[in-house]
């Protein structure tokens, strides 16, 4: 079946530290990727997303490169800030469908 | 921007009631609405696609009479958890595409989720 795999949280950094979250998934086709993103008390809200390979998503200082030899869409940013403190969710799609399959979610708290 | 509201935020019931979660897309129409359950350190599942006019149709697994899903009109989606028990006790999320974005463009706004506790 299809499935997202994250790294287990929760993660803890200081200021200006470096962040990966790592996610690698399992399809049968070709998906479309996704990093969402949830702060506190609110919804989820889309990070960025790839839709083929070597495509690279950013938004906000993240980065995902969308590696199919690796079956991999590794979250990274150079240097977290206190207001990203959040829980990142790793997601795919197959074959045009809105069905989203997630992963557990990596809940990352940066502190000052 | 598009905004998805989800009532309550929390609830917390005795086992035999019933509970209603509502989904409303606050400044788009939405033909389809997504519900989705999360239990704690788990992955979000989808348990339903929620079509206005028409039946839901629901993920395997899940059962229909226990998870009512109505939606009657084109802001609205409802989740009526049935006879609940402690094991239903999740945090249950909805979501809906703003068509005027296009279905290859636009994401899905997800609701703030509804924190469903029964005792």
């Known amino acids: 079946g299809n499935s997202v795999t994250q790294m287990e949280g929760p993660v803890t950094l200081s200021e200006e530290a470096f962040l990966t979250i790592n996610c690698t998934y399992t399809a049968t086709g070709y998906p479309s990727l996704f990093w969402y993103v949830q702060y506190p008390g609110e919804g989820l809200q889309l990070l960025l997303k790839a839709t083929k390979a070597d495509d690279k998503g950013s938004n906000k200082g993240f980065e995902a490169t969308y590696r199919k030899e690796t079956t991999s869409f590794h979250l990274e940013k150079g240097s977290v800030q206190v207001s990203d403190s959040a829980v990142y969710f790793c997601a795919l799609t197959l074959g045009g469908s809105e069905k989203l399959v997630f992963g557990k979610g990596t809940k990352l708290t940066v502190n000052p | 921007g598009a905004v998805v509201s989800q009532h309550p935020s929390w609830v917390i019931c005795k086992s035999g009631t019933s509970v209603k979660i509502e989904c409303r897309s606050l400044d788009f129409q939405a033909t389809t609405m997504f519900w989705y359950r999360q239990f704690p350190k788990q992955s979000l599942m989808l348990m339903a696609t929620s079509n206005e006019g028409s039946k839901a149709t629901y993920e395997q697994g899940v059962e229909k009479d226990k998870f009512l899903i109505n939606h009657a009109s084109l802001t609205l989606s409802t989740l009526t958890v049935t006879s609940a028990h402690p094991e239903d006790s999740s945090f249950y999320i909805c979501?809906?595409?703003?068509?005027?974005?296009?279905?290859?463009?636009?994401?899905?706004?997800f609701g703030n989720g509804t924190r469903l506790t029964v005792t």
């Open positions: 979501s809906a595409r703003d068509p005027r974005q296009g279905i290859d463009n636009s994401p899905l706004h």
